[in-house]
């Protein structure tokens, strides 16, 4: 018989970044060795400071920023490699933006079939299937026809979510994407993503929501100075002692 | 908050101002004993009189049966063939010399001025197009990522720019115009293009610019690639931002038309100039031309205020 933890453990990752470096042409060295594992269906939560370099580690993992030095495996294809074409790979990257980000000349319908007519090459009719399915299960039902400007942020962030999930993406990435947000909207996207995590999706989430962190993460990162410091499970992270978490959680908390 | 009542008043005020600055220009040509004769630009404009036709040749007029009217010469040329005439002036049998008027054509045709319109019309409109094609080039090459294309846009910017548009005409239509033989129209729509081009390029490059590099980003993640992006995402963006200013960059086009006339097209101005000596009415044929002018650019600013309104749903 076989072993289930042991299969699991033998499949490889889906995310593989091994100590990457990124230098800014300004000098300002973000990331400092990081390496990190994602296995398919894990939820990883990056926590830190302000200018820790979460976002820029997140961008490095779709090459919306490129590294200086190391190595990034998605799905055993290395992003690093010239010969990488790297739209193939973006198209199952998805990425959720702490500005949302909507193309604001389309409705919310518009943004979500875009890119799978113009990249995927879906037809009209699929395109609108998807979207609709989609923007349904967003809760967004009765507000497809409109456009950003007449949508709040919490609706904005729910139709980048759908926007993304039309990709089929493998991994989707998440900025800090309740950050724009008003208190009472936050929730509406929270639910959203929890939702996903439910079902399955790999997701890389950046954000100052600790409760989402405790409920939804399979592990823990906290980042400070451009350093991966601590990589836990969601109870052994915030009942770590390790001093810098510590400092950093007596401030947020 | 402005009341309804101060409203009215401004507009009285304004229509006072008018009629002020309007008897000021009519007592102005009284004082310098000027008369004014706005009929004598009529045929300047549409050209009523019947036309005559003469005789090329010394000879014979003959009308057949079908009410056909030939000349035929003295010294066995071909026969000067009339087809279509309105009035018959020679009769059957009459001796014709040559410069004789032998028949009239009724109706009308365009005047100068019309035909100089419509020339300025033509050459404003072609030159639109191409600059619209050259600075939205120039444009995207201005934000592209090779240093190159950035370096060759930036030339031509700033060397179109920075000689007056006189210059280039005359550059284009003697130097450029020689060397491929271009005739004097081809030369002036190449000059106005190039021209205008430029500050398409700068105001495509600035609308590009205005949208926000999350656009790009979101486009990017999504999988499409630099010409996608910037095709579905940016441009629409782009070009919603950049109408007003590309309204105000076509109405300098079409005025800087004018200056093609130091070439000798026979755009609206030259028109203008050479009825103002045939007509002795400077002032109604200067006065014409600027409000045919403004006829033309305040038709361009009404079409691209409608477009604007199209393209403003999604606000
Ligand atoms: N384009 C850039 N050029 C130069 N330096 C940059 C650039 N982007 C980010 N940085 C620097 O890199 C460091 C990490 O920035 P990053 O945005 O990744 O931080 P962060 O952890 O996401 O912070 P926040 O919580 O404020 O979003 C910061 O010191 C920042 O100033
Ligand atoms: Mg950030």
Redesign the interface.
Known sequence: MIDPVKEQSSQPALIQAHKVNKVFPNGCHALKDVSLDVQPGEVVVIIGPSGSGKSTFLRTLNQLESITSGRILLDQVDLTDKRTNINKVREEVGMVFQAFNLFPHKTALGNVMLAPMKVLKQTKPEARKTATDLLNRVGLADRMGNYPTRLSGGQQQRVAIARSLAMKPKVLLFDEPTSALDPEMVGEVLDVMKELAREGMTMVVVTHEMGFAREVADRVVFMEEGELVLEESPERFFHSDHPRLQRFLGQVL | MQTQSSRWLGHGLYLVIMAILVSGVYFAGQKINYSWHWERLWPYIINTESQDIVAITDGTAVVDKAGRLSVLPDYGDDPQLVKVYDTLVARDGDLIFQGDTIARIEGWRFGPIAEGLWVTIKISFISLIFAVLLGVMFGLMRVAHGQVWRNLAMTYVEVIRGTPLLVQIFIVYFFVGTVFDLDRFTSGVAALSIFTGAYVAEIVRAGIQSV?A??M?????????YV?AMA??IM??AI?RTLPPLAGQFINLIKDSSLVSVISITDLTKAGREVVSGSFAPFEVWFTVAVLYLVVTGGLSLLIQCLEKRLS???
């Not at chain 2, 979101?218 to 690639?225: E, F, K, P, Q, V």
């Open positions: 926000s999350g656009q980003e979101a486009a990017r993640s999504l999988g499409m690639n996608q579905y995402v629409p963006q919603k749903v999604s606000d």
